[in-house]
């Protein structure tokens, strides 16, 4: 008897419903493969959750992925929301899910496939894998935020006016568990982890730094580093491949993974794991968004859906066989000349592909 998992779909919005289209083909030929199957509960969030409910994200659909066995997401948001109350904005159903299941743990790969290093804007850029390991809950996403009018004036006399403030805090807990979670992937890995801080402006950096610190004293084969974020981000330009795990803020952390999805040719190909506690449910998603500018044209790249699967397979279920055959087979598909729009250059070698045509590439190569 195949073993059953408990999947809570949100195809979500824009290029989402078709690229989760193709992850759950992916999904079910490596259940055929490996011996499980997947029960699929398809739940509304974002911008089509807002269309039928009036609300990003409802308490059922919350309560619906807390009692699956993990959350896979396509993307959320779109012009169409751009006017909607803040309140009520598309996003908020993908921060109310990373905070009601409680998912501190980001993990994002950074890794270039050898045949996109011209879709790189780094010229000569090789042998780049990079683990980022973005904080989830906490700092200035989650802190306290406000709007105020003041009276008060400049001290060159311009009057304050309307005042809008988001504030960052982190306790010792939130960073000794998302760190932890950084120095184990970096023991599994090349042994190398940078935090990425701003210590010398931001407290909440500083008391980041010392812990970081205190870690590294407890593991000595993990060679570390700290770098400020703004120099983080010319050294990801001038030496992708010396990095190994990233640590950051949540902050640092969703812009440094976005200039990585692009050292690394698209950000098409990139893959997401958010984790909680052990036991509980993670949610699984491509990094990039909706791409409403292309839904529905057969042109978005599925293949970050696609390795969100097998993050899945591997973190909520231990699958590691079916999450190596999923990787290969879209690696042997990117080798074999397939691409999206986004990864296509114009050589003789590549032949140009609709989602569902790389799709069924990379499900043949499932075997
Ligand atoms: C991401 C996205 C989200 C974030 C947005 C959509 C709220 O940019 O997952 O990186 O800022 O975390
Ligand atoms: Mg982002």
């Known amino acids: 008897m195949a073993d059953r998992i408990k999947i809570a779909v949100i195809p979500g919005d824009g290029i989402g419903p078709e690229i989760m289209e193709q992850a759950l083909l992916v999904l079910n030929a490596a259940g055929e493969k490996f011996g499980f199957k997947a029960d699929i509960r398809v739940l509304l969030a974002g911008g089509a959750s807002i269309d039928e409910y009036g609300i990003p994200l409802t308490g059922e659909t919350l309560d619906a992925c807390r009692s699956s066995d993990a959350v896979l997401l396509g993307a959320v948001g779109g012009p169409k929301w751009d006017n909607v109350d803040p309140g009520i904005r598309p996003e908020k159903a993908l921060l109310g899910l990373r905070s009601g299941l409680g998912l501190y743990a980001n993990l994002r790969p950074a890794k270039l496939f050898g045949e996109l290093s011209h879709a790189s804007p780094i010229k000569g850029i090789k042998d780049t894998d990079i683990l980022f390991v973005r904080e989830l809950t906490g700092g200035i996403y989650f802190g306290k935020s406000g709007e105020y009018t003041s009276e008060d004036l400049l001290p060159d006399g311009t009057p304050y006016g309307n005042v809008a403030f988001d504030t960052e805090t982190y306790s010792e807990g939130e960073i000794r568990r998302i ?19 701003k210590a010398n402006v931001l407290t909440t950096s500083r008391l980041w730094r010392k812990i970081f610190n205190e870690m590294a004293a407890e593991h000595p084969s993990i060679e570390t580093e700290c770098l400020y974020v703004d120099n983080c981000s010319m050294q990801l330009i001038s030496r992708p491949s010396d ?26 190909m990139l893959p997401s794991a958010s984790l909680g506690a052990p036991g509980k449910p993670g949610l699984f998603e491509p990094i990039h968004g909706s791409a409403p500018d292309i839904a529905g044209t057969g042109k978005a790249n599925p293949c970050a859906a696609i390795l969100s699967v097998a993050m899945m397979l591997r973190y909520a279920f231990n699958y590691n066989d079916a999450a190596h055959a999923i990787e290969r087979a879209v690696s042997k598909t990117i080798s074999d000349g397939y691409r999206t729009a986004d990864i296509y250059s114009g050589r003789p070698e590549e032949k140009i592909s609709d989602l569902c045509e790389i799709t069924l590439a990379i499900i043949k190569n499932i075997g």
């Not at 760190?179 to 801080?197: E, H, M, N, T, Y």
């Not at 990233?246 to 698209?266: K, Q, R």
């Open 179 to 197: 760190l932890k979670i950084a120095f184990d992937a970096a023991g599994g890995r090349r042994r190398k982890l940078s935090l990425v801080d």
């Open 243 to 268: 990095f190994d795990v990233i640590v950051t803020s949540n902050m640092f952390g969703d812009i440094l993974s976005d200039e990585a999805g692009m050292i690394t040719g698209s950000v098409g």
